[in-house]
């Protein structure tokens, strides 16, 4: 499976990436922002991270107009953000998101929020 890490962050980027590569994730695409997730999406990617607060397009942006896009529907999509407010949570799911993980995180956390995605939206 091929996965979409969306950060402006190089460095979360990394911590990212080589925590899907410890779990067994290898297939990775970077991006900076909203606006480069974009131009980046095609129907290989199966899987999006994203952070929410990023220069150009933030990440409910860059959800909301995943799913519009025909490719972009069904394509499971996990929030890693350090905003932990309710109505945060909340106005994510309401953009598309289908999970969502608090900073920090673990290995352990990324795999399970993971596999529960791909359980539920194989479903």
């Known amino acids: 499976m091929k996965f979409l890490v969306v950060d402006d962050s190089a460095t979360m980027r990394r911590i990212v990436v080589n925590s899907l ?3 067994g994730f290898t297939n990775c695409v970077e991006a900076s922002d909203g606006v480069e997730a974009l ?4 129907s290989s990617i199966g899987f999006v991270i994203t952070d929410w607060n990023m220069p150009n397009m933030s990440g409910t942006e860059l959800v909301q107009a995943l799913r ?4 972009g529907r069904t394509v499971p ?3 890693i953000t350090a ?4 109505e945060d949570i909340i106005t994510a799911l309401e953009a ?3 999970n969502y993980i608090v900073k920090p995180f673990t290995p ?3 795999k399970e929020k993971i596999e529960g995605l791909i359980v539920t939206t194989a479903a």
């Open 21 to 23: 590569q410890r779990i």
């Open 39 to 42: 131009a980046r999406f095609d």
């Open 68 to 71: 519009q896009r025909e490719d």
């Open 77 to 79: 999509v996990l929030m």
């Open 83 to 86: 905003r932990s407010v309710r």
């Open 96 to 98: 598309g998101v289908n």
């Open 108 to 110: 352990q956390v990324l």
